[in-house]
């Protein structure tokens, strides 16, 4: 009976082994197949790490390249705003310019008129003796555009097409 008992439990043991030794198996093969798919989706992962690391390199030397172009355009853009303030400063100084020259066409216009009518003035005045006016109507006769020459030192009546010389205050 005891040998029955005893060989009952050696069976029973050996058995309660099998069994411990197939669910053993079956984990460890689990256990394989989940390891097997952690593998494949690294080496995946890996992959698409690569491709992002190339399209980031890619990415970094477009960023340079537009970098570098916003530098020269920045360049570019304040050689221009250089170059539009100097013509700002050339345009304040012909205005400036073009005021002192209408002052002075003001001037001078005065001054023409003046001039104008104290001609006439004179040449509407009667002489005093006939004799002086036939030597007056004689030389009208012989030079009646000819400007005195104190007119003509004076710069006040234009005798040639050549325009005046810039005046700058």
């Known amino acids: 009976m005891i040998g029955v ?3 009952g439990m050696t069976s029973a043991y050996a058995q309660n082994k099998k069994e411990k030794i197939e669910a053993l198996t079956r984990k460890v ?11 494949e989706s690294l080496v995946q992962s890996q992959i698409k790490l690569a491709k992002l690391e190339g399209t980031t390199d890619t990415h970094n030397e477009e960023i340079k390249r537009l970098e570098t172009k916003a530098d020269s355009l920045k360049e570019a853009l304040i050689v221009r705003n250089m170059t539009i303030e100097s013509q700002a ?7 400036t310019d073009i005021s002192g020259l209408q002052a002075q066409q003001k001037e001078w216009n005065s001054k023409n008129e003046a001039l104008t009518a104290e001609l006439n003035s004179l040449k509407q005045k009667p002489s005093d003796s006939g004799a002086v006016t036939t030597v007056k109507d004689s030389v009208k006769d012989s030079k009646p555009t000819d400007p005195p020459k104190e007119g003509v030192k004076a710069g006040n009546i234009a005798t040639s097409n050549k325009p005046d010389p810039a005046i700058k205050n």
């Open 29 to 39: 093969d689990s256990l394989e197949k989940a390891l097997s798919v952690k593998n």
């Open 5 to 7: 008992i005893i060989s």
């Open 89 to 95: 400063a050339k345009i304040t100084q012909l205005n």
